[in-house]
């Protein structure tokens, strides 16, 4: 895929059933915060701008980081 620009939209659901689900979720969106690109985050979905390639990076950085925040699974 070219590098286009695009909106996407992450939905963050930890499946684990703990008292630190905010936490984990928490966790996936300091990675969103701290990449820079465009973003709004909203009660069911955090939805993002830019380009494809870096977009695709975010996510999989934002699952790595609810993994090492202890999610097993998501």
Known sequence: MTDHHIHLALQV???DRDSK????????IEVIQ????KHLITPM???MEGPYSQLKQIVEDAQDALIEAGCNEF
């Open 13 to 15: 659901v930890p499946l």
């Open 21 to 28: 689900v905010y936490e984990k979720i928490d966790a996936a």
């Open 34 to 37: 701290k990449s820079g690109v």
């Open 45 to 47: 979905e955090t939805v």
